[in-house]
């Protein structure tokens, strides 16, 4: 079975634009949550879906949001780019909304850069 | 709130060492979950264990020990006889009870494993 993936792997935009960030869960899995990782630091939670609604949501502003679809697959989107925005912003899976016993699986990542 | 300190940026062996990085938390609460992922080079996060605040046993798997002594707050990893593959960096990271796939991370330790 295949892992999370998410697309584009790498990105590159510029102040003021907007991007959209894509993932597809790992198969049966019906969680799917956002996370921020600046350069040299660890990640941030940003949001989490369940079955298409959102179960939580970080710290982050309105500029964030995020949407999950049928088929449990995820975006991201981020208006008005900022040059803090550079980051790689990673996408995890999980089976349930609230995997107290069971694993977190993570892609790989997309790498945005804004200049 | 909550916090995870890594206190180690960088740690750097050489291979067949034993290395200890340390995971010191902060949280109010009396349940709550414990992590370690790694983050090689591709980036994806590869979780390692989970520990509940209720079980303080330490816990071996291989190379790889872990000590979780509540008493002080610390969830510490022992790499035993490192190799060049352990090259990476390690989170520690901390969840609350009923808090779905919001976990908060430490700031990571990036460890170097030379031939």
């Known amino acids: 079975d295949a892992g999370v993936t998410q697309s584009p792997t790498h990105l590159i935009k510029t102040r003021g634009q907007q991007v959209t960030l894509r993932c597809s869960p790992i198969?049966?899995?019906?969680?799917v949550s956002w996370y921020q990782q600046v350069l040299g630091q660890g990640p941030q939670f940003i949001f989490q879906?369940?079955?298409?609604?959102?179960?939580g949501r970080g710290n982050f502003p309105d500029r964030f949001s995020a949407r999950q679809f049928p088929n449990y697959s995820s975006e991201l989107n981020v208006n008005a780019l900022l040059l803090g925005d550079s980051a790689l912003y990673l996408c995890?899976?999980?089976?349930?909304?609230?995997?107290?016993?069971?694993?977190?699986?993570f892609g790989s990542g997309t790498q945005l850069s804004v200049l | 709130a909550q916090k995870v300190t890594q206190a180690q940026t960088e740690i750097s062996v050489v291979e067949k060492e034993d290395v200890t990085l340390d995971c010191v938390y902060e949280?109010?609460?009396?349940?709550?979950?414990l992590f370690w992922y790694k983050q090689p080079p591709s980036g994806e996060l590869v979780f390692l264990i989970r520990r509940n605040s209720f079980d303080e046993q330490n816990e071996i798997s291989g190379r790889y020990s872990w000590n979780f002594q509540k008493s002080t707050s610390s969830f510490n990893f022992t790499i035993t006889a490192s190799q060049v593959v352990d090259s990476a960096v390690y989170f520690c990271a901390l969840k609350r009870n009923n808090a779905g796939n919001m976990l908060t991370f430490g700031g990571g330790t990036r460890l170097m494993v030379k031939p």
């Open positions: 949280t109010r609460d009396t349940t709550y979950y």
């Open positions: 995890a899976s999980s089976r349930q909304g609230s995997p107290t016993n069971e694993k977190l699986f």
């Open positions: 198969s049966g899995h019906k969680s």
């Open positions: 879906y369940y079955e298409k609604e959102e179960r």
